[in-house]
């Protein structure tokens, strides 16, 4: 995708997105100024932010702390959305909205971020927030093995979630778990009927950001060859936005791969007026541990140029 392109991708957003787009430019401009108080104000009070590392899971009290130190210093962070994708949720408030966007950092080059936002009167804030550094597909053998050996020798202990507690979350997370049965038996059919027919699936390659018509192009032809792909869940944490029609769900949750070790998928699940819960939004990546993450995202850049 072009930088015109990618410009017009922020651009084109209106009315309520628009105004939600603005709050997460808000949020990182008072991070890139170590403003603690004008980012903290674009967080929601019952936030969650993922970091990169799956051991990373913050609520707002916690994410604050992690924080304050970095800005008391005046260093804070640069994150500058070079792509932005928001999404109004199904319900007349107005007033959730999920998004995914493509950062440019000025330490780790190329970083990734899915999220939902809330409205509380004019303003939105951020509820979820998921951070990762997207491996390009030409170094992702390499990379996650790498992963995979300095996990085996170090393991990382995954944070705890939410777990679905509510009818809603259960019947949400089933549908995340018939995703991956439905991937590892190479049934598209299936697979396929599991997400809204305008879904967005969000690949590993930070250039992999296809429509459901564009991935399952790309996808039918391996499972028409029997390939599927295995990712079985290790924890997951769920998340009902607050909206009367108890419709939207936000998920994240860490995966196992024997081919990838580590894996994150990220988005959120709609339920239908037929009652069915379906994915809107799935975003995979390759967690990268805090210990390799300078040296990768370095390595990244450096073959980017």
Same mark, same amino acid.
């Given at each position: 995708m072009s930088l015109i392109a990618l410009t017009l991708a922020i651009a084109l957003q209106t009315g309520p997105e628009q105004d939600a787009a603005a709050a997460l430019d808000a949020m990182h401009a008072a991070a890139a100024r170590a403003d603690s108080a004008g980012w903290a104000d674009r967080l929601a009070p019952d936030v969650v932010w993922v970091g990169n590392e799956t051991s990373e899971r913050w609520n707002r009290e916690a994410f604050l702390a992690f924080a304050a130190p970095v800005f008391a210093r005046g260093e804070g962070w640069t994150y500058s959305a070079r792509e932005r994708h928001v999404t109004l949720? %199904? $319900? %007349?408030?107005?007033?959730?909205?999920?998004?995914d966007e493509v950062l440019d950092s000025a330490t780790y080059g190329t970083a990734r971020g899915e999220g939902m936002l809330v409205r509380e009167g004019d303003d939105w804030r951020v509820l979820r927030y998921a951070l990762s550094y997207p491996i390009p597909n030409d170094l992702a053998d390499g990379m996650t093995t790498e992963i995979k050996a300095f996990e085996a020798a170090t393991p990382v202990?995954?944070? %705890? /979630?939410?777990?679905?507690?509510? %009818?809603?979350?259960?019947?949400?997370?089933?549908? !995340? $778990?018939? !995703?991956?049965?439905?991937? @590892?038996?190479?049934? /598209? @059919?299936t697979y396929f009927d599991l997400f809204t027919p305008d879904a967005t699936y969000i690949g590993t390659d930070v250039t992999e950001h296809w429509s459901i018509a564009e991935f399952r192009a790309y996808a039918e032809p391996y499972f028409a060859r029997g390939r599927g792909w295995t990712y079985a869940p290790r924890s997951r944490s769920l998340t009902m936005a607050p909206l009367d029609c108890r419709c939207v769900v936000w998920f994240d949750e860490a995966l196992d791969s024997q081919s990838y070790g580590t894996s994150r998928g990220t988005g959120v699940l709609v339920r239908g007026d037929d009652g069915k819960w379906r994915i809107a939004l799935y975003a995979l990546t390759f967690p990268i541990p805090n210990a390799l993450a300078r040296d990768m995202t370095a390595r990244i850049r450096a073959a980017a140029k």
């Open positions: 949720a %199904p $319900d %007349p408030c107005a007033c959730v909205a999920w998004f202990v995954d944070a %705890p /979630g939410d777990a679905a507690d509510t %009818p809603e979350e259960t019947a949400a997370a089933a549908t !995340l $778990d018939a !995703l991956h049965r439905a991937a @590892s038996a190479a049934d /598209g @059919s």
